[in-house]
């Protein structure tokens, strides 16, 4: 979820005309972000990215050192160390994720982004969550705030502690890494399909979005999903990025939709319809973000065999 624009964030914005996002899969969400991408002068159909290998091929994902407080098997084990969930207050909820996070043995520890509560070090900590915020990479609120995340997840990557990022938690992740974040044209709101080179660590969806970024990936990322909005989803060693949010659960989203009703307008959306449509797909939600889950601790976040 990303705040709506400001009047100063517009500027150097064309305006384009409105542009209804669909609510129903099958439809592309926003033709506006595919041009705003491509004007960044990133190849949206292009998945593999700068090696052109496939993110899980010869072991890439495996190509990491394991931490020495590690235990023996994959991180997924039921072993009761928590995952850090990096949130600003006012949108702590880890929903469906966390949800599939504790019934795999993982508890959740909560630290607020905007309340300076990032932990020096990552001893003990099984994986880090980054959720979505109102804040935006590419027009920070908070600069201290955005490199210090920045910091707390380099030096998870460097101590092989998995981290998976969530639309705000993605563009961290990007940033963090070497890549961009611009301001989409349009916002992305609803439900979208993404293409995806690996229907079961990604699948296709549909995937609630809300958001007016476009992520362009890292330079060593292996970019995964895609649609006409940019990056939806990439990876690096131990690290998975969504920019969609499998975690939203109706009543976060209605709330969302109460704060930024421009981001809805803009999107040609209601909140009613929006709402009601995603209390509807709530049991197909939760079971994507599951395996989405599952796909990241035992596929992501396992460290090398011995």
């Known amino acids: 979820m990303t705040r ?32 705003r991408h491509q004007e960044s002068g990133a190849e949206v159909g292009h998945l593999r990215a700068h090696s052109g290998r496939h993110p899980l091929e010869d072991g890439w994902l495996r190509d990491r050192p394991r931490r020495a407080d590690a235990p023996s098997g994959a991180v997924s084990r039921m072993d009761g160390r928590p995952v850090l969930v990096v949130a600003n207050s006012t ?6 994720v966390g949800e599939r ?25 099984a994986a880090v969550l980054l959720l979505g915020s109102d804040w935006s990479v590419h027009s920070p609120v908070d600069l201290r705030a955005l490199e210090a995340e920045s910091d707390l997840v380099r030096g998870a990557y460097a101590s092989s502690v998995p981290v998976l990022g969530i639309c705000y938690g ?13 301001a989409a044209t349009l916002p992305e709101v609803g439900f979208v399909e993404v293409s995806t080179e690996d229907e079961d660590l990604v699948p296709s969806g549909p995937w609630a ?8 990936a890292p330079p060593d990322a292996r970019v995964v999903a895609v649609n ?34 421009d981001l809805l ?5 209601s909140r ?25 601790l035992d596929r992501v976040a396992a460290p090398a065999p011995s």
């Open 4 to 35: 709506p624009m400001t009047d100063d964030r517009l500027q150097g914005i064309k305006p384009e005309a409105h542009a209804r996002h669909d609510l129903h899969p099958g439809h592309e969400p926003i033709g506006l972000c595919l041009q």
């Open 91 to 96: 949108d702590p909820d880890a929903g469906y």
């Open 101 to 125: 996070f504790v019934e795999r043995g993982h508890p959740l520890r909560t630290v607020l982004r905007d309340r300076v509560e990032l932990p020096d070090d990552l001893a003990g900590v």
């Open 170 to 182: 993605a563009q961290v992740l990007a940033h963090a890494f070497g890549g961009r974040v611009s």
């Open 209 to 216: 979005a809300f958001h007016l970024d476009v992520v362009e």
């Open 228 to 261: 006409g909005c940019g990056t939806q989803a990439f990876l690096l060693p131990g690290v998975l990025a969504v920019q969609f949010h499998p975690e939203v659960r109706p009543h976060v989203l209605d709330d969302w939709s109460r704060r930024f009703p």
């Open 265 to 269: 307008d803009d999107a040609g959306l």
């Open 272 to 296: 009613t319809e929006l709402v009601d449509e995603a209390r509807r797909r709530e049991p197909a939600a939760r079971a994507a973000a599951h395996a989405l889950v599952d796909a990241f």
